[in-house]
T-cell receptor, first 114, second 116 residues
Framework: GNSVTQMEGPVTLSEEAFLTINCTYT??????LFWYVQYPGEGLQLLLK?????DKGSNKGFEATYRKETTSFHLEKGSVQVSDSAVYFC?????????????FGAGTILRVKS | GAVVSQHPSRVICKSGTSVKIECRSL??????MFWYRQFPKQSLMLMAT?????????EQGVEKDKFLINHASLTLSTLTVTSAHPEDSSFYIC????????????FGPGTRLTVL
C-alpha cells in the first residue's frame, strides 16, 4: 500500500539556520503531496501542497518540490524562526470511492532556538 | 476560513462508559469528514471516512461497533467510543473537506481521551 517516510526528529536548529526535512513516498499512481504543520496545542494546518510531478508548493518561506524520479517531497526553508517550532507531517492523498484519504508520515519535531 | 472545531478537547472517563466526541465545520460544508487516531510520538492513523447521510467506511482493523460514527449534517460528525477501555486512550482528530474544494483536509484541534 501507499506509505510515507520522513526523517526522524527532533531537529534542533538555531534561528536563521537552513532547514531540510526529508520525505519520501511509495505510491501507485500519482498522488497529491502535502506538508501539514501542528503547532503546540493546535490542530494540523496545511502548510503547502503539490499535485503533480515537478510542482513546487510554497508558503510562509517554506517550499517543497514534487520529485517523481526520486519519489520525494523534501521540505525546505532558508531561514527558520523560533515561531517555526512545531511538528511537521508529510502526507500523500490516496484516492478511493469513499473519499480522498491522507496517508501521513510519522511527523518530525522541529525546535528552533534563539 | 475552513475552521473545524472539536468538543470536548479533553475527556476522562471510567472503563466501560461511552464517550461522544463532536466535530464541527464552522464556516464550510463538509461533505466528507475523516476521523484519525494519534498515539504518542506516532503519526495519524485513519480510522474511518464518513460522507454526509451515509454510513461511515472503516479502515481495516477498526471495530465499527466500538467506534460509532454519525455524519448527520454537512457541518457535524460525531464519534462515539462505546464501552471504552484503557487501550482506547488516545488523541482523536477529525478533518473535513470542502464540497467541490479538492483534496485538502481541514483539521480540528483534537480530543484527548483518557480511560481510567
Amino acid at each position: 500500500g501507499n506509505s510515507v517516510t520522513q526523517m526522524e526528529g527532533p531537529v534542533t536548529l538555531s534561528e536563521e539556520a537552513f532547514l531540510t526535512i526529508n520525505c519520501t513516498y511509495t505510491a501507485t499512481g500519482y498522488p497529491s503531496l502535502f506538508w501539514y504543520v501542528q503547532y503546540p496545542g493546535e490542530g494540523l494546518q496545511l502548510l503547502l501542497k503539490a499535485t503533480k510531478a515537478d510542482d513546487k508548493g510554497s508558503n510562509k518561506g517554506f517550499e517543497a518540490t514534487y520529485r517523481k524520479e526520486t519519489t520525494s517531497f523534501h521540505l525546505e526553508k532558508g531561514s527558520v524562526q523560533v515561531s517555526d517550532s512545531a511538528v511537521y507531517f508529510c502526507a500523500l492523498s490516496d484516492w478511493s470511492e469513499y473519499g480522498n484519504k491522507l496517508v501521513f508520515g510519522a511527523g518530525t519535531i522541529l525546535r528552533v532556538k534563539s | 476560513g475552513a475552521v473545524v472545531s472539536q468538543h470536548p478537547s479533553r475527556v476522562i472517563c471510567k472503563s466501560g462508559t461511552s464517550v461522544k466526541i463532536e466535530c464541527r465545520s464552522l464556516d464550510f460544508q463538509a461533505t466528507t469528514m475523516f476521523w484519525y487516531r494519534q498515539f504518542p510520538k506516532q503519526s495519524l492513523m485513519l480510522m474511518a471516512t464518513s460522507n454526509e447521510g451515509s454510513k461511515a467506511t472503516y479502515e481495516q482493523g477498526v471495530e465499527k461497533d466500538k467506534f460509532l460514527i454519525n455524519h448527520a449534517s454537512l457541518t457535524l460528525s460525531t464519534l462515539t467510543v462505546t464501552s471504552a477501555h484503557p487501550e482506547d486512550s488516545s488523541f482523536y482528530i477529525c478533518s473535513g473537506t470542502i464540497a467541490g474544494g479538492g483534496d485538502t483536509q481541514y483539521f480540528g484541534p483534537g480530543t484527548r481521551l483518557t480511560v481510567l
